[in-house]
């Protein structure tokens, strides 16, 4: 079954490129949305896709699952998440931060969500969970969800083991820190950023002034640039000994150990995102526009081979309750094993989960 051609999609030709894109048009939402780029939402045999619902103007957001080989689909009203979820790439399976906890949901709609653990209550006392974790990693070992939990005025890192539930605090900030993800190849490591601080108090924003910073398990955390370095939206590279990030001068490649940075594409972005190959890499940008909550956008794709890059796609403005209120960037990435790359788009005057095959992206710039 190529399901991209079956009546759950319909093509989108960009009429600059040429390129074609699939949008899900299927709806068991009113708006669907890719996950936040940073987290696979696809298994890695490219079967099961995972994407956020939204029922406004509700300001929950909650999960539906796509089988790309039998074109089921499903939503689930159960998962009121924070932060976004972790797809065990194995088993397509979902683990998801709500309330102060971590919770295991299979792909069925009669399987029931599992708590696996919970933060302990006397960590957080009477205190409001904003956040379990803004994205949910595993360790490289297997063994752990990395948390950075917004508690209170806090910030609380901690790990969390997958099969016991058991919490290890690993760090307390005093300001708003975030996006943390582990290492995937060292388990004792995390990648996090210190992120603008909305003084919950005063209402003051306290801005970024040194973006990017590593902690080892049991010591202090320390900024990966000597310097301090104001760059946003970060990732780990496959290898460990490398973080991507964007910079005002592009989409960047760094060396945690000499900080020598590589400008892998020099022109504007949001987010970025790379191959599992490292040969090619998407990103959505706003050129030449302010940046608020639905403003139009752009996508594109860079050949790292041969130079070649591709605007591909481009997203009308859509200012309106849902633009504003539901983070609908367009937030593209390389999912599953990388066969597919997968965005958020508004050509239809809705929002909508978009996908379109590596190799068609590959031949557009060869």
Request: charged fraction near 20%; charge should be negative.
């Given at each position: 079954?190529?399901?991209?051609?079956?009546?759950?999609?319909?093509?989108?030709?960009?009429?600059?490129?040429?390129?074609?894109?699939?949008?899900?048009?299927?709806?068991?939402?009113?708006?669907?949305?890719?996950?936040?780029?940073?987290?696979?939402?696809?298994?890695?045999?490219?079967?099961?896709?995972?994407?956020?619902?939204?029922?406004?103007?509700?300001?929950?957001?909650t999960?539906?699952?796509?089988?790309?080989q039998?074109?089921?689909?499903?939503?689930?009203?159960?998962?009121?998440?924070?932060?976004?979820?972790?797809?065990?790439?194995?088993?397509?399976?979902?683990?998801?931060?709500?309330?102060?906890?971590?919770?295991?949901?299979?792909?069925?709609?009669?399987?029931?969500?599992?708590?696996?653990?919970?933060?302990?209550?006397?960590?957080?006392?009477?205190?409001?969970?904003?956040?379990?974790?803004?994205?949910?990693?595993?360790?490289?070992?297997?063994?752990?969800?990395?948390?950075?939990?917004f508690?209170?005025?806090?910030?609380?890192?901690?790990?969390?083991?997958?099969?016991?539930?058991?919490?290890?605090?690993?760090?307390?900030?005093?300001?708003?820190?975030?996006?943390?993800?582990?290492?995937?190849?060292?388990?004792?490591?995390?990648?996090?950023?210190?992120?603008?601080?909305?003084?919950?108090?005063?209402?003051?924003?306290?801005r970024?002034t040194?973006?990017?910073?590593l902690?080892?398990?049991?010591?202090?955390?320390?900024?990966?640039?000597?310097?301090?370095?104001?760059?946003?939206?970060?990732?780990?590279?496959?290898?460990?000994?490398?973080?991507?990030?964007i910079?005002?001068?592009?989409?960047?490649?760094?060396?945690?150990?000499?900080?020598?940075?590589?400008?892998?594409?020099?022109?504007?972005?949001?987010?970025?995102?790379?191959?599992?190959?490292?040969?090619?890499?998407?990103?959505?940008?706003?050129?030449?526009?302010?940046?608020?909550?639905?403003?139009?956008?752009?996508?594109?794709?860079?050949?790292?081979?041969?130079?070649?890059?591709?605007?591909?796609?481009?997203?009308?403005?859509?200012?309106?309750?849902?633009?504003?209120?539901?983070?609908?960037?367009?937030?593209?990435?390389?999912?599953?094993?990388?066969?597919?790359?997968?965005?958020?788009?508004?050509?239809?005057?809705?929002v909508?989960?978009?996908?379109?095959?590596?190799?068609?992206?590959?031949?557009?710039?060869?």
């Amino acid at each position: 079954m190529d399901i991209l051609k079956s009546d759950l999609f319909t093509p989108w030709q960009d009429p600059e490129s040429g390129v074609t894109s699939y949008i899900l048009s299927k709806k068991v939402a009113p708006v669907q949305e890719v996950f936040y780029y940073v987290n696979n939402s696809m298994s890695a045999d490219d079967r099961y896709l995972w994407f956020f619902c939204a029922y406004p103007p509700s300001a929950s957001r909650t999960l539906g699952l796509l089988d790309m080989q039998t074109g089921e689909m499903n939503a689930f009203p159960d998962t009121q998440f924070s932060g976004t979820p972790h797809v065990d790439p194995a088993t397509g399976d979902l683990f998801m931060g709500m309330g102060t906890s971590v919770w295991r949901r299979g792909k069925r709609p009669q399987d029931t969500a599992e708590c696996i653990g919970s933060i302990p209550a006397d960590l957080i006392g009477l205190r409001r969970t904003e956040r379990v974790a803004t994205h949910l990693t595993r360790s490289a070992d297997g063994k752990e969800f990395f948390l950075d939990a917004f508690i209170g005025l806090q910030a609380v890192f901690g790990t969390m083991n997958v099969e016991t539930g058991a919490y290890e605090h690993w760090h307390s900030f005093n300001r708003n820190h975030n996006h943390a993800q582990f290492s995937p190849t060292d388990p004792d490591l995390v990648l996090f950023a210190q992120e603008n601080h909305p003084d919950p108090i005063t209402g003051l924003k306290f801005r970024i002034t040194d973006r990017m910073w590593l902690m080892r398990r049991g010591e202090q955390p320390r900024p990966i640039f000597d310097e301090p370095t104001v760059v946003t939206h970060e990732w780990w590279d496959e290898d460990g000994e490398h973080v991507w990030c964007i910079h005002k001068t592009g989409t960047w490649r760094v060396n945690i150990h000499t900080q020598e940075v590589e400008n892998v594409w020099p022109q504007s972005a949001w987010h970025s995102h790379h191959h599992p190959s490292g040969k090619y890499v998407i990103s959505d940008a706003h050129p030449g526009r302010p940046f608020y909550r639905g403003v139009a956008s752009e996508v594109g794709f860079l050949n790292r081979e041969t130079g070649k890059s591709v605007r591909f796609i481009e997203n009308p403005e859509k200012t309106d309750y849902i633009g504003s209120n539901y983070h609908i960037d367009p937030h593209p990435r390389f999912a599953g094993s990388g066969q597919f790359a997968t965005f958020t788009t508004t050509v239809r005057g809705e929002v909508d989960l978009a996908i379109i095959p590596t190799a068609d992206l590959i031949e557009r710039t060869s």
